[in-house]
């Protein structure tokens, strides 16, 4: 099974703040990973596809890159309605998501 | 695209449950289906996907043997069958409608599954 490991598991951070989270594939998956953000008591809902492609209607300070097993996700100017939890799932070989990455307020 | 979830609930150790999930506002039987769960306070699993014609079906090794994907295409509906069902199945089930490349853009809203005596 493939395996995904997000870090870190908890970011504290400003508005304004660059913010980047990793997502690290035990063995290459390509670009087969997408990126969700989770609200409390809310659905996920998909922010990036095949490693770098914006989801219609996601705005663009949210961006994506990587390929093989080491991924990124950075938000380049961080808004009050980005704090949440995020995910990363590959979808190489079946599905597996990450463990999580809480951003939350400093 | 709308996916409403049901058959969450309280149930035994040992005990079964059939969640169901409508499907409306797409061709339903285009698409293959999935259901993910979320233990409390916990990440997101995977559990099941089914193809759009029924053909593939496919489990997370932890489910394998006590849970039973199926969906009726006439009836635009994806359902989930859980037996022997034990604590570490508490979670919301979230319906999941898959894409050409697998990645999930549409959730429902969840219906939790708790399992207690």
């Known amino acids: 099974d493939i395996q995904l490991t997000q870090s870190p598991s908890t970011l504290s951070a400003s508005a304004g703040d660059r913010v980047t989270i990793t997502c690290r594939a035990s063995?290459?998956?390509?670009?087969?990973l997408a990126w969700y953000q989770q609200k409390p008591g809310k659905a996920p809902k998909l922010l990036i596809y095949?490693?770098?492609t914006l989801e219609s209607g996601v705005p663009s300070r949210f961006s994506g890159s990587g390929s093989g097993t080491e991924f990124t996700l950075t938000i380049s100017s961080l808004q009050p309605d980005d704090f949440a939890t995020y995910y990363c799932?590959?979808?190489?070989?079946?599905?597996?998501f990450g463990q999580g990455t809480k951003v939350e307020i400093k | 695209v709308q996916l409403v979830e049901s058959g969450g609930g309280l149930v035994k150790p040992g005990g079964s449950l059939r969640l169901s999930c409508a499907a409306s506002?797409?061709?339903?039987?285009?698409?293959?289906m999935n259901w993910v769960r979320q233990a409390p306070g916990k990440g997101l699993e995977w559990v099941s996907s089914?193809?759009?014609?029924?053909?593939?079906?496919y489990y997370t090794d932890s489910v394998k043997g006590r849970f039973t994907i199926s969906r009726d295409n006439a009836k635009t509906s994806l359902y989930l069958q859980m037996n022997s069902l034990r604590a570490e199945d508490t979670a919301v089930y979230f319906c999941?409608?898959?894409?050409?490349?697998?990645?999930?853009?549409?959730w429902g809203q969840g219906t939790l599954v708790t399992v207690s005596s």
């Open positions: 999941v409608r898959d894409t050409s490349g697998n990645y999930y853009p549409y």
């Open positions: 089914i193809s759009s014609s029924g053909t593939y079906i």
């Open positions: 506002g797409f061709t339903f039987s285009d698409y293959t």
């Open positions: 095949k490693a770098s």
């Open positions: 799932q590959q979808y190489n070989t079946y599905s597996t």
């Open positions: 063995q290459s998956i390509s670009t087969w």
